[in-house]
């Protein structure tokens, strides 16, 4: 690339990821989707972003679904999805408030330019009176003005069946306000398509009250072994993407509208029912349960983050369940989208999902195992890999850039036998993880290092947020090409271990500031 000075200053490489164990610490299980973190939120840190009452109202659009689905019978698939997330171990009770002021569509939804434009009772800063909008988008319209034309088509409502939008955020720690979008034209009068929208609206609820996606019995998707009948009972309503079984999606889980044991401790890790604040109709979230944390290390003591860990339930003097019964995400108390040199502060609410704390960095959290019948078990804890599909929309946690893959060998850590209310707590190290943090001098952006003469130099990245600097005199009027190859703990080519993001600046240019010549926004993997 040309530049116009003879010399450019500080190559900033960051290492947002590190190996899969080193880049985050915890979570709950399959839990929640946001943490609290600097510097939007001002009150505690590290608690789950939760609606801001537990008792949240939801406003249905007044219009029909389209000309074969009226709004009456729109408004009972939007009850019955509904009605999904009100169980008794859950302080959340979830139901209709009234009706919109008008039917939506693109003739009052529309974009300004600047920001999308949505009739006023459906704007976040209503969200006193209306913190839930359900919009019936007769013909596709205002799917395609929020996602772009074409958005809408049939072949597309495994996707865009039900849109999902949450844009209303306290300071305090809580969401106010969530808009979602149901796509009139992936739905008829055929019973199928009814329920499979019915399938989609629910589970996109628990996303916009803040429930992530959930690793568990991965095989169902993958189809690394054949699920059994375990497996399939305990695979959590909020599995990231649905598995392939035909055009009814909801078909690929037996009981598609009740919430499996994963779902269950989500909701008692966000929304948990205490002696403080049961009321009639609730059970204490850990009524015949119990709960388990801990936390994952390198050797070298640093928290590994960015993992997922299951639990199977053992029977006395017996094995170990066939099926998982519960997971957690290592990784989300901590915050993946902090500062750093590139692309500036983090801002917003998103940016500052998770602490800045390293202390949490590598800790696991289970809000809620449910115990045999027996009311004595054993919990066998497994880490394992996050599938690396499970990026983006799909993605387990606020993170940037896809999932590490793991340092060292999986863990597996068995206890005695436990009962009600009983905490399971372990600290564990892998064993092969990297055992040696030992970066050399890769400089500071006051004092970066001049670049090997070879044309290549290398580095540790033994830490979140690790900067290395370096510089290169370059000719004006000249290009350079920068290639940058990750490699793991056995110093092999990696697309998984590593998750940089690049800045380039002018040899003159203030410490401080953002890249002037060129920057990578954001995180990539690849081995060049």
């Known amino acids: 690339m040309p530049f116009s000075r003879p010399l450019w200053r500080t190559l900033f490489l ?40 537990t008792a949240p109202l939801y406003f249905t659009d007044p219009g029909d679904l389209n000309a074969q689905v009226s709004h009456a019978q729109a408004d009972a698939l939007v009850a019955a999805a509904a009605a999904v997330w009100n169980v008794p171990t859950s302080s959340l009770t979830l139901a209709q408030g009234g009706l919109l002021a008008e039917h939506v569509s693109s003739g009052n939804v529309y974009f300004d330019g600047t920001h999308m434009v949505f009739p006023a009772d459906l704007e976040a800063s209503n969200y006193q009176a209306k913190p839930i909008a359900i919009v019936y988008d007769k013909d596709g319209s205002v799917v395609d003005t929020l996602l772009g034309a074409g958005a809408s088509e049939p072949s597309s409502c495994r996707q865009n069946g039900v849109i999902d939008t949450v844009d209303g955020f306290d300071p305090a720690g809580y969401i106010t306000h969530a808009m979602l979008v149901l796509n009139g034209r992936c739905v008829g009068a055929n019973n199928d398509q009814l329920l499979q929208m019915q399938y989609q609206l629910a589970r996109k609820f628990g996303r916009i009250l803040g429930l992530a996606w959930s690793q568990l019995n991965d095989n169902l998707f993958t189809g690394a072994s054949t699920p059994n009948s375990v497996e399939l009972g305990f695979w959590p309503l909020m599995h990231p993407i649905d598995v392939v079984c035909g055009t009814y999606t909801y078909k690929c889980m037996p009981q598609p509208f009740t919430l499996r044991p994963d779902d269950l401790s989500a909701l008692a890790a966000m929304y948990p029912v205490t002696s403080d604040n049961q009321t009639a109709g ?195 009027g000249r290009s350079w090409t920068l290639e940058v190859t990750a490699l793991d703990e056995n110093s092999v080519g990696t697309v998984g271990k590593l998750h940089p993001i690049l800045g380039l600046w002018n040899a003159a240019d203030a410490p401080g500031t953002l890249p002037t010549v060129v920057s990578a926004a954001s995180a990539f993997n690849g081995l060049a």
Not at 16 to 40: D, K
């Open 282 to 476: 609730k059970q204490l979230s850990l009524d015949v349960a119990m709960r388990a944390s801990g936390v994952v290390r390198f050797p070298t003591g640093q928290g590994m983050g960015s993992y997922n860990i299951v639990a199977r339930r053992t029977i006395a003097n017996g094995p170990a369940e066939t099926g998982e019964v519960v997971s957690a995400t290592g990784g989300v108390f901590y915050q993946q989208n902090g500062d750093n040199p590139v692309t500036g502060a983090a801002v917003g609410p998103l940016g500052s999902a998770g602490m800045a704390n390293s202390g949490f960095e590598g800790v696991f959290s289970m809000g809620r195992i449910p115990l045999l019948p027996s009311g004595i078990m054993g919990v066998l804890l497994t880490s394992e890999p996050i599938n690396p599909l499970y990026t983006g929309d799909y993605a387990l946690m606020q993170a940037a850039g896809a999932p590490s893959t793991p340092s060292g060998a999986s863990i597996t850590y068995g206890n005695g036998y436990v009962g009600q209310n009983f905490w399971v707590m372990t600290d564990v190290t892998p064993s092969g993880a990297a055992a040696v943090c030992a970066p050399g001098n890769d400089g500071v952006e006051t004092a970066p290092v001049a670049a090997d003469p070879s044309g290549w130099w290398t580095g540790q990245i033994c830490a979140d947020g690790h900067a290395s600097w370096g510089s290169q005199a370059v000719a004006a």
């Open 14 to 53: 960051s290492a947002l990821s590190l190996c899969f164990w080193a880049s985050a610490p915890a979570a709950f299980a399959g839990g929640p989707r946001w943490f609290t973190g600097p510097p939007f939120y001002t009150g505690h840190q590290g608690y789950p972003v939760i609606f801001f009452t």
